[in-house]
């Protein structure tokens, strides 16, 4: 089945920065990547996602990138703000397969 | 649109005591996910269930857990007998379509078990 590793498991920045997170996964068949956002106390938000016939993506302040041949996307968080503070999920499934997590993120950003 | 509704928000529950958790998908959303979130940990996948049938129940213990989605009504995550180690949030996530597409999650379920 498919392995998803995330890291950093904390990351601190200071508001302004960036904020980059990094994700692997295993199994060649996924062809989507989500990434969520979750807040103390709630539930996983959907904030960008990715599908494998595109390399990367943007929104506004927040943008993924995907090397399929490498197996590994990324979230980038630019210029953060303190709202941007919450435990960030990375994860991976294919039509055949159910979406696995990573491990999270916990990133603070400090004002 | 309500989105996903789980209940309770809050369960308390002793040791060998049962506990139910419900989720109400989104309106048009036939597919349920439930995963489980340890403190400080990630996601860890469960179950997922369509309308009465259980597709993938490859992350859920194989004793005292079980889940259901019926016809009608929420579906539901039953522990029986439960111990101190249950005591996590479990998250329900519902999706209108099988394969990759967009989870949305409720708000979570926590229990804590005495």
């Known amino acids: 089945g498919e392995n998803v590793e995330q890291h950093p498991s904390t990351l601190s920045v200071q508001e302004g920065d960036s904020a980059v997170i990094k994700c692997t996964y295993s199994d060649s068949a996924s062809n989507y990547f989500p990434w969520y956002k979750q807040e103390l106390g709630k539930g996983p938000q959907l904030i960008i996602d990715?599908?494998?016939?595109?390399g990367e993506k943007k929104d506004q302040r927040i943008a993924v990138t995907l090397n399929k041949t490498a197996k590994h996307f990324s979230l980038h968080i630019t210029e953060t703000q303190p709202e941007d503070s919450a435990v960030y999920f990375c994860?991976?499934?294919?039509?055949?397969?159910?979406?696995?997590f990573g491990a999270g993120t916990r990133l603070t950003v400090k004002p | 649109n309500a989105g996903v509704m789980q209940n309770p928000r809050h369960l308390v529950r002793r040791r060998g005591q049962e506990a139910r958790l419900r989720c109400s998908p989104m309106k048009g959303h036939s597919h349920v996910y439930w995963y489980r979130q340890l403190p400080e940990e990630g996601l860890k996948f469960m179950v997922y269930l369509q309308k009465e049938n259980i597709i993938d129940e490859s992350g859920m213990p194989k004793e005292r857990f079980s889940a259901e989605f019926p016809k009608e009504g929420p579906s539901i995550l039953r522990i029986q007998q439960v111990v101190r180690g249950d005591s996590a949030a479990y998250f329900c996530?519902?999706?209108?379509?099988?394969?990759?597409?967009?989870?949305?999650f409720g708000a979570g379920s926590r229990l804590t078990v005495l």
């Open positions: 990715i599908r494998s016939n595109v």
């Open positions: 996530a519902s999706s209108p379509l099988a394969g990759a597409n967009v989870l949305t």
């Open positions: 994860a991976a499934s294919s039509d055949n397969n159910d979406m696995r």
